[in-house]
Every structure is written in structure tokens, then in C-alpha cells.
């Protein structure tokens, strides 16, 4: 991921090196090789448009300052930049005053979102949580198993409607079969009694935005008032991500991001897009599909990575 991105980037700063001083037509030639370095890597036109902006302004206006440069400048403020568009400071968790702390990961159909949550599992009982996953996606005929397999290797117990349990997997007695809303209530209402502190809510995707899944999604939010809607984004999907991003916000809300398949070697306009577009923070990144391939997204050192 970001590959080309960044080896675009590298070279348009490497050609400023030789230079004493920039002139404002130095400038704009970089900021047009910027500009198209984002377009042709996917990144939004809205969020290219604002961030090239920013990059002009500060750039014609700094200050020729003795420790930098005028090319390790524009490298800075290129990194400033990203990190900004990439949603600023890093965002942890938040957690309910009152556990248990309710998680609903809402995406479309293979972001992604049961492998997350088995790795969101695996993180949280590694810090200390007491998580349980909740089989709330009734859409795919082997969701629910595929849920049971990954909270099996995470370590961490599934709460899963009858019938779909898998044969000889260990899982706690579910909710009517059919119903996800009664799924996703039964299994927060487990939790609450078993005393888990936190429920991670899986639920259906489909392969476009569609209403009725929308609506799902919004029954079960509804049912279960989560602390945090994750959305799942598949960072491979380009300039497809703003706009089901933002039928998402429209249709559930979430209250932050998570990029999976960052590992792909897509240009990474998505990454580049969500949080700018949608005003999310992105909380996590899926980098594989092993559930170690996971972490804590940290706007500033993707930043460093790009521009590395
Ligand atoms: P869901 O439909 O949103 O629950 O998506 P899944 O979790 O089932 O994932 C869809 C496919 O993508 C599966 O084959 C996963 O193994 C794969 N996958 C999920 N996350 C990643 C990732 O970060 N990197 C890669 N390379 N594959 C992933």
C-alpha cells in the first residue's frame, strides 16, 4: 500500500533538493506533481483540492528558517498535511462509564468486518478485556461459523443465533435464529449478565449500499445503543470509498473508521479520503488476513511511512 504514492512523493521532493531558494513557480510545480501523485493514487478530488491548497498556502508563506531547508520544509509541510487529512491525533477506544462497552462493526459485504472482529477480540484480551462476540450477521449463510472459528483462535466466546453453530465448536446458546436485532440484544444482554466488559456486534453487509441493510444496521444500533459504530472499509476499493463512507454515515452514523486490507497493493486513496470526507477518526488498520495482522492506526506515523 502506498507504494507508488510514496515513491511519487520522494522523487517530486528529491527535484527540489538542488534548490536555495523556491520561487512561487517552484512551488506550484510541486504542488501540480503533488496533485497528481494523490489523483492517480485514488485520493479524493475534494480532499486532493483542499489538501494541494493547504500544501500552496503554507509553502509560499514559510518562513526561510535556518534549520530547514527549502525542501526539507515542503517535506514538512507535506507531512503536516498528511497527518491532518489522515484525522490528526490518534483516537483510542472509548469505553462505556458502565460496562459491558458495546461495539458495532457496520461495512459492507467482505470490508472485512468478522475478520476484524476477531482481531479487535484478540487485542482486547490481550489488554486485559473480557470481550464477546456477537453473531449478528444472518446474511451470509456461514457468517455465524465463520465468526465461531475466528473468536475460537482469538480465545474469546461467540454468542451465535441456533441453528449455524459448527459442529463441536464451543458457543453460548443464541437467540432465535433469523432475527439479528433479537441476536444482537440477546447477545449485549449475555454479556451484561456474564459480565463481560466488552460486546463486539458483527453484522450483515451486502455487496452495494442498499437500503434494507442500511435499515438492519440502524434496527440494531438501535437495539443495543453502541458506544462505538466501527465501519469497515475495504482500503482496496479506491474512489468507491467516499461514497459508500458517506451512505454509511447518512444511513447508520459511525463514530470511527477502521481500514482493512491495507496489506493490498491498491494506491490507497481510500485510506487517504475517509477520515478527511466523513469527519471519523480511523481507529484501526487490518493489514492481512492472520489476526495478528492488525494495529492501532496512528495518523502520523502513516504519514511517516508514505513519505518514508
Ligand atoms: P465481511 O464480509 O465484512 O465480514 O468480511 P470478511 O471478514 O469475511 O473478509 C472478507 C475477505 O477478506 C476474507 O477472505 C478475509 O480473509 C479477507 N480479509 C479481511 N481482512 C483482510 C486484510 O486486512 N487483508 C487481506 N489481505 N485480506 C483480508
Do not use: W, Y
Amino acid at each position: 500500500m502506498f507504494a507508488t504514492l510514496s515513491d511519487r512523493l520522494t522523487s517530486t521532493f528529491k527535484n527540489l533538493r538542488s534548490k536555495g531558494r523556491l520561487s512561487e513557480a517552484d512551488i506550484d510545480a510541486t504542488v501540480r506533481e503533488i496533485r497528481r501523485a494523490l489523483l492517480d493514487a485514488d485520493v479524493a478530488v475534494t480532499v486532493v483540492r483542499e489538501f494541494t491548497g493547504k500544501v500552496r498556502e503554507r509553502a509560499l508563506s514559510a518562513e526561510v528558517s535556518g534549520a530547514l531547508n527549502p525542501a526539507q520544509q515542503v517535506v514538512k509541510i507535506v507531512n503536516d498535511e498528511l497527518v491532518s487529512v489522515l484525522g490528526g491525533d490518534q483516537r483510542p477506544l472509548r469505553f462505556a462509564k458502565t460496562p459491558p462497552t458495546v461495539i458495532l462493526l457496520a461495512g459492507l459485504q467482505g470490508a472485512g468486518k468478522t475478520t476484524l472482529a476477531g482481531k479487535l477480540a484478540q487485542h482486547l484480551r490481550e489488554k486485559g478485556h473480557t470481550p464477546l462476540l456477537v453473531a449478528a450477521d444472518l446474511q451470509r449463510p456461514n457468517a455465524v461459523t465463520q465468526l465461531q472459528v475466528v473468536g475460537e483462535r482469538a480465545g474469546v466466546p461467540v454468542f451465535a443465533p441456533h441453528p449455524g453453530a459448527q459442529e463441536g465448536a464451543e458457543h453460548l446458546p443464541g437467540a432465535s435464529a433469523g432475527d439479528p436485532v433479537a441476536v444482537a440484544r440477546d447477545g449485549v444482554a449475555t454479556a451484561r449478565s456474564r459480565q463481560h466488559d466488552v460486546v463486539i456486534v458483527d453484522t450483515a453487509g451486502r455487496l452495494g449500499v442498499d437500503a434494507e441493510m442500511m435499515q438492519q444496521a440502524a434496527d440494531i444500533r438501535d437495539a443495543v445503543q453502541p458506544d462505538e459504530i466501527l465501519f469497515v472499509i475495504d482500503a482496496m476499493i479506491g474512489q468507491d470509498a467516499v461514497t459508500t463512507a458517506q451512505a454509511f454515515a447518512d444511513g447508520v452514523g459511525f463514530t470511527g473508521v477502521v481500514l482493512s486490507k491495507l496489506d493490498g497493493d491498491a494506491r490507497g486513496g481510500a485510506a487517504l479520503s475517509v477520515a478527511s470526507v466523513t469527519g471519523r477518526p480511523i481507529l484501526f488498520a487490518s493489514t492481512g488476513e492472520k489476526l495478528t495482522d492488525f494495529e492501532v492506526f496512528h495518523p502520523d506515523r502513516m504519514a511517516g511511512r508514505i513519505l518514508d
